[in-house]
């Protein structure tokens, strides 16, 4: 039996696979009529190393997210929705995509590529997929090319 989801959790990092759960998402949560969640990580740590200064690239990346966060949206209205809720945070990906958002929101799915931008190959699970799996308060599925 499938289970109706009401509330749907998409990760998105500008990957293809995450661009793909993207569309998977959406298609269950017009399925489902259901509010579908967009979240949006920006890795404190990874842009600390950065050579620029740290506020500039933080300042860059925010204006990213905002952009791919508009075509997301967009894509999701585009297709039905009304229910969408975009998140940004700074932070750990793996702390807001398995506990964080899904606790606060209710989350009863979240939906997530099997590698992100820092994949090391096509057919591993990406850490942070692979500790959202096992630590989610929910359902995940886990998408891949």
Sequence with gaps: MMNIYEKILVAVDGSKNAELALKHAVALAVKNDAELYILSIIDEHAISHSSFAFSKVLAEEKELVRQEMEEHIDYAINQGLTAV???????????????????????????????GKGRLTENSLGSTTSYVVQNAPCNVLVIKE
């Design 85 to 115: 809720k975009p998140i940004v945070e700074i932070g750990n990906p793996k702390e807001y995509i398995s506990s964080s958002v899904p606790t606060e929101e209710n989350v009863e799915l979240i939906v997530i590529g099997a590698t």
